[in-house]
């Protein structure tokens, strides 16, 4: 059986301000476009991941909450998973492994420099620095959640929101 999983850095959120706590930062205007744009594109490749973890920084969170809504899921669906806000690379193979193993594709909402990492521990693709709002989709056969680690997947696409066209 194959697993999917879905890696998506937050969409461009407000630069921090010194009065302000990096995890309460929220999306621009540019960065909710960008995320309901990357969100339109993988509803029309037939994207429909059963599960949806998130960071709890608001950026992570509303852009899971904005691509939910274009792949007409349920944004009250997704896990909040507060480790995946300066967790390390730990918190992110822990939420992965930790997955309902019923669910057979899941979208995981994060933060760089991890989720570049992550994305590169798990396929040795050379991934660099995702891009805001950046997909990596990686492909795991014969193996559950709680088995994928490094190398163990194959990097079957990075999406970039600016190579989307606008719409």
């Known amino acids: ?18 009065f302000q706590r990096d995890h309460d930062r929220e999306l621009v205007p540019e960065g909710i476009m960008a ?12 994207v429909k991941p059963g599960c949806l973890i998130s960071s709890t920084a608001n950026r992570a969170r509303d852009t899971g909450k904005v691509m939910a809504e274009q792949l007409r899921i349920d944004p009250d669906k997704m896990v909040l998973e507060p480790k995946l806000f300066d967790g390390g690379p730990k918190a992110y193979i822990a939420a992965i492994n930790g997955l309902n193993p019923d669910c057979e594709s899941a979208m995981l909402f994060g933060h760089n420099p991890d989720i570049s990492y992550f994305a590169e521990y798990l396929t040795h693709a050379d991934v660099g620095s995702m891009s805001k709002g950046a997909v990596a989709i990686i492909e795991f056969e014969g193996l559950t959640w709680a088995e994928i680690s490094g190398r163990t997947g194959r990097l079957v696409d990075l999406i970039l929101p600016k190579k989307l066209k606008e719409s």
């Open 1 to 18: 059986m194959k697993k999917i999983l879905y890696l998506v850095r937050h969409a461009k959120a407000e630069d921090r301000a010194s």
């Open 35 to 46: 995320a309901a744009r990357v969100g339109r594109h993988l509803a029309e490749l037939g």
